[in-house]
């Protein structure tokens, strides 16, 4: 039972550098989400998309984007990297936009921009 | 509006001895609250949550938290701290904002250590 699975773990990105991050989860869950986690900030709101084809922005959005094709996968798309942008980023996915519906979360992708 | 304080940045209890994570919340209605832990290198893992049913909550591996609406509090414990316990524990508050889907707001987290 693979749950979320998020690539890559580790990620050097030179400014100005494109890449995505993949994330793919196999519950068949509607609802799936991006979060970056910064020290001291919690967990903030990247993207996050309630049915294929449907996405939305978050509380911190620039420079990301994000597209949701199928249910199963959710990428995540830095257009051109900042050092800024390093921090540890999160995939996460729940059944429904419930208010009781529980987040699953990968295991995160390590990002460092210089 | 909703926030979520955790009240300790960072908590050290010896192995054996009670744990407390404190969390207070703001809501405008009525919430869902959540606790996560969050080991290191992993992912957010669910340990228990609160859905206006009972008000004290049991979780994994021998957490529970109570709801205490007076006080706005959600504060999360475990009667005897066990080594694997020391990780990252969040907070989580869950309310639906009038004409939007639903709203999460993660407190900033409370690291616990666990002394043997």
Known sequence: N?????????QVLKTGQSM??????DMNHEYMSWYRQDPGMGLRLIHYSVGAGITDQGEVPN????????????????????????????????????LNSPLHFGNGTRLTVT | AQSVTQLDSHVSVSEGTPVLLRCNYSSSYSPSLFWYVQHPNKGLQLLLKYTSAATLVKG???????FKKSETSFHLTKPSAHMSDAAEYFCVVSEREAGSARQLTFGSGTQLTVLP
């Open chain 2, 60 to 66: 994994i591996n021998g957490f529970e938290a109570e």
């Open chain 1, 20 to 25: 995505t991050l993949q994330c793919a989860q």
């Open chain 1, 2 to 10: 693979a749950g979320v699975t998020q690539t890559p773990k580790f």
């Open chain 1, 63 to 98: 420079g990301y984007n994000v597209s949701r094709s199928t249910t199963e996968d959710f990428p995540l798309r830095l257009l051109s990297a900042a050092p800024s942008q390093t921090s540890v980023y999160f995939c996460a996915s729940s059944l429904d936009r419930g």
